[in-house]
């Protein structure tokens, strides 16, 4: 669908920020975050609990539960600002030309209708034109699309009757039957058996290699951001620390933060007795998180200046960039060097 | 399904059986009798209505006659409020007009309820949640015979320029009449119908598939009315069965206040005049309607909601 537009921007999020205002205090959930997509791109979105990362993806889909809220920054779809949408132009965006599929499958889908029912619902909220029948046989197609059987039985069922991977392959039915530019998969493999992980995913790299969507996927799982993605952006307390192509992040790592999430991943090609590495430390309280890198309490490398000031983007390579002081002054290192040398040559 | 129908009929007459035999037993272990007035009569009277009525042999004979008579569909004569006319023929006048009225009621208060319910959840923390909570509040905690008092006093004369409905109920004028009884029965299921579908409400927007409705795009209107009170309502059809036989059977206050005859009002006078036959007649109608109404509920339960398997459940 979007052939020929493969370098063109999908998504642009610029300095999103976004609060809970809760009675304890304004909780920034996220805390300016800026990234594009482009078409049929995919993009992993890496972070342990309350980083942030389904917030992120909730304010596109403007499902940010009260209280809270966007409170800066932009977000730019096709040319179109989402926050700039109204009522009923965000309820005909969703579903239509951004889909999302979450961690729970059992959970996720309405237990007291059948599954043919809240497929074809999910079509025709958007299509108005198309017939019942119409409507029916093409979830028919969705639903063999993403590997069901026997759909006509199976459509007339309901969701207690379907395992938990069979529901995640309903979910991903539902969302893709409208077609939408792009997929914001939050966590979907999270709740399901390893297997089954597997079938997941596999399937979602053939159905994107087949519809050329964009996915935002959401995940605390390095694995499968290596299997699925393009490119990675890490979060840590609200915070992109590190972004950039896959490969960028798997072998130059250059956050304390990756690099210790790289650590505590297990390996196929390890030595057998090679311990993993947790992070010490817990997670930043986000009610009241620490003046300068969020990180730094955690970090090993941690310098004076970490403890003071969030530290800026260093580019590291193309399209890689990472938020810490230690790159920092290495680049600044680099620039120095190099001005030493070329003052040598004069 | 015909299986697990036949086991609830099993265990409904066991119900039944045991409703009987508890109100036979304390009926008669309360003191007084059907023959006391004011003019006491005289110890030959007694003895000759006691042996009449077969009220002269010990309890658990009384008891074992009873049932006898009420396996073969005898519910016998009343003994002192219409003398010698039978039960069921009492009760087949006065339910009727219970009937009515209950229905009447319980519809508006369904009708209002369960949308007002999902008001309020959807409104919720507002200012319609706040007074919507007021009213239900008070109308959970007023008895029904200040609602109707106070509703006399409103419209039936009370105050004089708006003497608008009848004071005594009277079927011959019309719709007019039913009005304010059904009003004052319904007060109460309906606030409570509110109060229940709020917070079940609450608790089924709060589920996720709320939130895959949101991806999908669908309206609002749609996610409220077709996701979340579908799943909402069950703790109201729990609520409803029982309260249904109760209302239908009449409320005994409204129909004393409003003087309606009907099969509730003469539950009551029935046990202050000790018209024994009376009493269990009405027990055992009482007793069956509300089973019957348990039933239906779980029925319904299947329909609402596909994952209640009714078959495995009673086994």
Not at chain 1, 84 to 111: D, H, W, Y
Request: charged content about 20%; overall charge positive; proline content about 5%.
């Amino acid at each position: 669908m979007a052939e020929g537009k493969d370098n063109q921007k999908l998504l642009e999020v610029k300095d999103l920020h976004v609060s809970f205002f809760t009675p304890a205090g304004e909780v920034k959930a996220v805390g300016g975050i800026s990234y594009d997509l482009n078409y049929g791109e995919v993009m992993g979105v890496v972070g342990e609990s309350g980083s942030g990362k389904s917030q992120e993806a909730y304010s596109i889909m403007g499902l940010l539960q009260s209280p809270g809220k966007v409170v800066g920054g932009s977000i730019t779809f096709e040319g179109q600002d989402v926050l700039k949408f109204s009522k009923e132009e965000m309820t005909a965006f969703r579903g239509s030309k951004v889909a999302m599929i979450f961690q729970n499958p059992m959970t996720c889908l309405n237990p007291v209708y059948t599954i043919g029912n809240q497929l074809v619902e999910a079509l025709r909220a958007h299509d108005k034109e198309i017939s019942k029948a119409d409507a029916e046989k093409r979830a028919m197609e969705m639903m063999e699309m993403v590997g069901i059987n026997n759909v006509e039985k199976r459509m007339k069922q309901y969701p207690h009757e379907f395992s938990g991977g069979m529901r995640q392959r309903v979910m991903i039915a539902m969302g893709l039957i409208c077609h939408p530019q792009l997929l914001i998969a939050d966590e979907p493999t999270t709740a399901l058996d390893v297997t089954i992980q597997a079938q997941i995913l596999e399937l979602m790299k053939a159905l994107q290699k087949k519809t050329k969507m964009g996915i935002i996927f959401i995940t605390h799982n390095l694995g499968v951001v290596a299997d699925i993605c393009d490119k990675v952006s890490v979060m840590y307390a609200g915070k992109i620390v590190e972004q950039g192509p896959v490969d960028d992040i798997f072998y130059k790592a250059a956050h304390p933060y990756t690099l210790g999430l790289l650590r505590s991943m297990p390996r196929v090609d390890a030595d057998s007795y090679e311990r993993l590495i947790p992070i010490e430390g817990t997670p930043v309280d986000m009610l009241n998180p620490p003046e300068g890198c969020p990180f730094a309490p955690r970090c090993e490398h941690c310098m004076k200046i970490c403890l003071k000031k969030m530290p800026p983007y260093v580019e590291i390579g193309e399209n890689h960039r990472s938020a810490c002081w230690l790159r920092v002054q290495e680049y600044l290192n680099k620039k120095s060097d190099s001005r030493e040398e070329n003052g040598n040559e004069q | 399904m015909g299986k697990y129908v036949a086991k609830r009929l099993g265990m409904a007459l066991v119900t039944i059986f045991l409703v009987t035999c508890l109100t036979f037993l304390l009926m008669n272990a309360v003191p007084g009798s059907p023959w006391l007035s004011e003019k006491a009569p005289s110890e030959a009277t007694l003895a000759a209505l006691n042996a009449k009525y077969g009220m002269d042999k010990p309890v658990h004979i009384q008891l074992l006659k009873y049932l006898q008579n009420l396996l073969k569909g005898d519910f016998g004569v009343s003994l002192k409020m219409q003398k010698n006319r039978a039960v069921l023929s009492i009760i087949g006048e006065m339910f009727p007009v219970s009937a009515k009225v209950g229905a009447i009621a319980l519809c508006w208060a369904v009708l209002v309820g369960v949308p007002l319910g999902c008001l309020a959840a959807f409104k919720r923390g507002k200012l319609t949640d706040s007074i919507l909570r007021v009213v239900c509040t008070l109308g959970i905690s007023m008895p029904s015979f200040v609602v109707a008092s106070i509703l006399l006093v409103a419209f039936a004369g009370g105050i004089a320029s708006m003497k608008i409905f009848p004071t005594i109920f009277d079927p011959s004028v019309g719709w007019r009449t039913y009005v304010l009884p059904c009003f004052a029965l319904g007060f109460y299921p309906m606030c409570y119908t509110a109060r229940q579908t709020r917070s079940a409400m609450l608790d089924s927007l709060n589920q996720e598939f709320i939130k895959t409705a949101k991806a999908k795009g669908l309206k609002n209107s749609k996610i409220i009315f077709k996701h979340a009170l579908r799943n909402a309502l069950i703790p109201v059809i729990t609520y409803l069965g029982p309260q249904v036989a109760f209302t239908l059977c009449g409320g005994f206050v409204v129909e004393s206040v409003f003087s309606i005859p009907g099969l509730g009002r003469y539950f009551v006078q029935s046990i202050q005049n000790r018209d024994y036959p009376v009493i269990m007649g009405t027990t055992v109608f009482l007793a069956s309607f509300i089973i019957l109404m348990n039933m239906v509920v779980d029925i319904l339960y299947k329909i609402a909601d596909p994952r209640i398997n009714l078959t495995k459940g009673g086994e």
